[in-house]
């Protein structure tokens, strides 16, 4: 066993807290990781709040992992000591089901679904239809944390050109982003809108952007249109000006909301061609009632889509290698987390808070 | 001008009774009707009764049309004197747009959108981006009425082999479940689920059964069971049995809810496979809030369907000759029709009522 060192909460009101706490040690086939950075996702706040009435306390979160390996198991062919690596929503998966055979891991359908990284697995012992728990593990400590032991195939490589702390958020504001605008088909052309300029938001423009397409984002705050048009965003629209979004009636090919809570998407539909998706990825939770009558006229889809699978989040590590692509970050020390939360859920950060693990120490 | 009788309504509150009207008669490339049945849509209600909030009076609606050509203008090359045809819910489009252009004229993207067979066009003068009627008309009066005009490639071949009042649904009922159907690719074998068994779901039932489906009709009424099967259901599932809904758990392909108003749709999507639509084609209004937790861990979409184009229409009807299928109909008179409004708002048809006009002489 290993005695870890990390900051969690012990309930949905508590502040994060420094802890001790075990983890298991590498397995044959698994990485030992130094944490180096570890981005603040608004899902960290959502889950440490219990605020998807699934969280097992302590809640030590943390998904976003950027470290350096440590350790390597004895049957570790992927990774060696000193690389650089990367961790991100999941940590394993059934390994068995039409979904984790077709590299779909993110789509799990084995009875505990995926492993996450922290507060994993996604569907727990009580809830699985086995009443089981394939995983053997009730709760996942993630990267808030000094170190994590990951099983080396969900350990992504962290291309040499990103600079560690800003790649950080591409593991999973990246491919959360990245993997919907892969799967329904975006390509160089299109017209795309992207709703909220958050940490999901401002990589979702870049990626676009490197993409091919021309971007636009939809905001309703005035004072975010510079920072748009810093990030390559070719439009910004306020989305209560109602002569701007009819001008763009029957003009996108993709769009996708990045909204991080529930919201009306009825207005965007118009926006879209027929046969054209929006694709939800920021609001786990019901949303503001849809419209049949919008989307039946050109028929159009709402979709959902969660992070994305290993190989896509290498994909979008390698795509943003390729085209110089990290996040906007501001580095901070892990005692700042819980003003970090604040910060973040007021909107109040450019664009993604990341720890700097090395805090932890001192 | 031709003088018509049918059955409008004056006002949202008023019944349908007898009315005198004139229509335009038939120009070079039109087709004048005897019209000899009519369905009664669920939608016909909604527009008399102004539920879509932009109904034009009088509403004399009727669009699941079956009659037998009287007269047809010089250029007419599609239709003769004598023809049994069918008209369905358009009897134009803008034919220039991209949407027309490429055969899917029921999502015209012109400033009038389609022209309605009754209540056209879809978008009024007064709310078009050109503020213009590019049809020339305000008002277009439907099948409750002895005969209609209806420009030729509008008109559908309705195939010898079905009974001409039983066919009639085919013309709404039977390309409004088919067409989303074809084009989200339906095909032997895929497990079906139908929400909804009136005037579109027991159809939907027949076409998925023939294209060689595996059909589960989902019911909230115990006493559907017997008609669900009799109509070539495999399975019958009441929608609060819990036990029978977690068995059912991802194995799905294609839903398609006919349900005629606001309805929610969240129990249905953990029986989808990953990848795979709900489609609601009964609920032209918004709908209960949709839980994207539901949608994106399955990444699966939910989307609109309207009707169906001119080429799906006459598809529809060419598979039903070919498969032995029409409507379940109950005949009724035009005298009767306010009163089948009302059983048709309280479920109590079996399934489709369908006006005789014959009974208009009387």
């Known amino acids: 066993m290993l005695t870890c060192t990390g900051y969690a909460a012990e309930s949905a009101r508590a502040p994060l807290r420094r802890i001790q706490f075990e983890r298991t040690g590498p397995?044959?086939?698994?990485?030992?990781?130094?944490?180096?950075?570890?981005g603040v996702c608004h899902s960290d706040i959502h889950q440490v709040r219990d605020e998807w009435h699934n969280t097992v306390y302590p809640c030590l979160p943390g998904h976003e992992i950027v470290g350096k390996v440590y350790e390597i198991g004895e049957a570790v062919?992927?990774?060696?000591?000193?690389?650089?690596?990367?961790?991100?929503?999941?940590?394993?998966?059934?390994?068995k089901c039409p979904s984790c055979t077709e590299g779909s891991e993110n789509y799990c359908?084995?009875?505990?679904?995926?492993?996450?990284?922290?507060?994993?697995?996604?569907?727990?012992?009580?809830?699985?239809?086995?009443?089981?728990?394939?995983?053997?593990?009730?709760n996942t400590y993630g990267g808030y944390s000094n170190q994590i032991?990951?099983?080396?195939?969900?350990?992504?490589?962290?291309?040499?050109?990103?600079?560690?702390?800003?790649?950080?958020p591409l593991l999973c504001a990246g491919v959360t982003t990245f993997s919907p605008m892969r799967?329904?088909?975006?390509?160089?052309?299109?017209?795309?809108?992207?709703?909220?300029?958050?940490?999901?938001?401002?990589?979702?423009?870049?990626?676009?952007?490197?993409?091919?397409?021309?971007?636009?984002?939809?905001?309703?705050?005035?004072?975010?249109?510079?920072?748009?048009?810093?990030?390559?965003?070719?439009?910004?629209?306020?989305?209560n000006d109602e002569d701007a979004m009819r001008n763009l009636t029957a003009s996108f090919d993709f769009i996708l909301s990045t909204i991080p809570q529930k919201h009306d998407v009825n207005p965007y539909f118009p926006l879209l061609k027929r046969d054209k998706t929006l694709v939800a990825v920021g609001a786990l939770?019901?949303?503001?009632?849809?419209?049949?009558?919008?989307?039946?006229?050109?028929?159009?889809?709402?979709s959902g889509s969660l992070i994305g699978s290993i190989k896509e989040t290498q994909e979008v590590l390698d795509f943003c290698a390729a085209n110089d692509i990290t996040a906007d970050i501001e580095l901070i020390t892990i005692d700042q987390i819980n003003d970090a939360f604040e910060k973040v859920i007021n909107g109040d950060v450019r664009f993604r808070y990341v720890i700097d693990l090395a805090s932890l120490k001192t």
Request: glycine share 10%.
């Open 27 to 38: 397995g044959p086939s698994e990485v030992l990781i130094d944490v180096m950075f570890c």
């Open 77 to 95: 062919t992927l990774h060696k000591v000193g690389d650089i690596v990367g961790v991100g929503c999941m940590i394993d998966s059934c390994r």
């Open 109 to 138: 359908e084995g009875p505990n679904s995926w492993l996450a990284t922290y507060n994993g697995p996604m569907v727990p012992g009580a809830k699985a239809p086995t009443r089981e728990n394939s995983y053997g593990r009730d």
């Open 149 to 168: 032991v990951v099983p080396e195939d969900f350990v992504l490589k962290i291309p040499a050109s990103l600079k560690p702390e800003a790649a950080a």
């Open 183 to 239: 799967h329904f088909g975006v390509k160089a052309g299109d017209k795309v809108g992207i709703l909220g300029l958050g940490g999901l938001g401002h990589i979702a423009v870049k990626l676009a952007k490197a993409l091919g397409c021309e971007v636009t984002v939809f905001t309703t705050h005035a004072q975010k249109r510079d920072a748009a048009e810093a990030l390559g965003a070719h439009h910004v629209v306020l989305e």
């Open 285 to 302: 939770e019901p949303m503001a009632p849809l419209n049949n009558m919008l989307t039946a006229f050109h028929r159009q889809s709402f």
